[in-house]
């Protein structure tokens, strides 16, 4: 191994919405010791679990295996309305660690809802954060897709209103055909006042594009549960680099860097910068330049919920 330069890309690593999640549970496990019970991956990173877990915090799907009485945390992602319910009746201490961007979605799920609006979600299936904002609101007024294809079956009523709203760890590249083929079919339909895609998500993006024009190969740090970081890696493939994700160096296959003397770093919006450090001691050796490119400052910080 023979790297030259690496060159290392900002922003990288934690957003403000993961940092506020992280502190939650850190200041959760002061104010009350173990067991802390998580609902939900607090964030998709697995070092980040497995640093809780050896900490005292009991990580679970079903809020119903967490014993009555106890503390729990829901996770950044945001979590439907029964569980809230759940929490109240079972008598759970309960902290919400759901980021303000996706409680933003939430809130505007159920305002249109309300306003007779039939809401079209763009959003992966499956991922903990529209199964919350889908839970907001009654079946028959939200309707989910992920593609262009999907938008070619949907059954919506043309006199209905039809408003537009999107996972926030999405980008406006993610967005923009799908947007685009509901509009053409619905021009009715309208999108919120301020788009849902978060910041940070868009940032990383925009900053992988400009990374994958120095480096040829990119290492994205990040877990494989973490949309974000997925993300990133076919960003970059898209831009013209060559791709990997990893959760950490030791993933790194050495077939990989046979002939390369330059190599771009990044990391998904749930990676602890150790890993990050970890990573970039694990390539450089006495003779490896190290650049950092700042392609946009974020300052963005979110308080800690009201009841810490």
């Given at each position: 191994?023979?790297?030259n ?9 934690f ?15 002061h ?14 990173n ?5 640093d ?20 729990v ?7 439907p309305?029964?569980?809230y ?9 309960l902290y919400?660690?759901t ?8 809130l505007?799920a ?33 309707t ?23 996972q ?14 509901i ?12 788009l ?10 925009n ?12 290492l994205?740090?990040g ?9 990133l890696?076919?960003?970059a ?11 950490d ?14 190599i771009?770093?990044t ?5 602890p ?9 694990f ?25 810490l």
């Open positions: 191994m023979d790297i330069k690496i060159y290392v890309v900002s922003p990288h690593g957003c403000a919405g993961v940092a506020r999640a992280i502190d939650t549970v850190e200041k959760v496990l104010k009350h010791g173990r067991p802390v019970y998580v609902r939900h991956h607090i964030v998709h697995v070092h980040v679990v497995k809780f877990e050896k900490k005292g915090v009991i990580f679970v799907e079903d809020i119903d295996k967490v014993p009555p009485r106890s503390v945390v829901f996770s950044a992602h945001g979590s309305p029964e569980l319910i759940k929490a109240h009746n079972n008598k759970l201490t919400d660690a980021c303000p961007l996706v409680t933003k979605v939430h505007e159920k305002r249109y809802a309300g306003e007779g609006y039939h809401i079209i979600y763009i959003g992966y299936k499956g991922h903990a954060e529209g199964i919350g904002v889908m839970g907001e609101v009654s079946e028959d007024s939200i989910q897709v992920d593609s262009v294809n999907d938008v070619g079956h949907l059954l919506i009523p043309p006199q209905k209103k039809i408003v537009i709203l999107t926030t760890t999405l980008s406006l590249d993610d967005i923009k055909g799908v947007v685009g083929a509009q053409k079919k619905y021009p009715h339909s309208i999108l919120p006042p301020a849902d895609i978060c910041y940070a998500t868009q940032n990383r993006q900053a992988v594009k400009i990374l994958a024009k120095k480096a040829k190969l990119i994205v740090i877990s494989k549960a973490s949309s974000n970081s997925n993300k890696r076919e960003v493939e898209k831009t013209g680099a060559k791709a990997y994700l990893i959760d160096e030791t993933d790194i296959d050495p077939e990989w860097l046979k002939n390369v003397q330059e771009g770093i990391a998904g919006a749930s990676v910068e150790k890993l990050v450090r970890g990573v970039i001691d390539l450089s050796n006495n003779n490896t330049v190290i650049e950092y490119m700042e392609t946009a400052k974020e300052a963005a910080i979110f308080s800690l919920p009201k009841n």
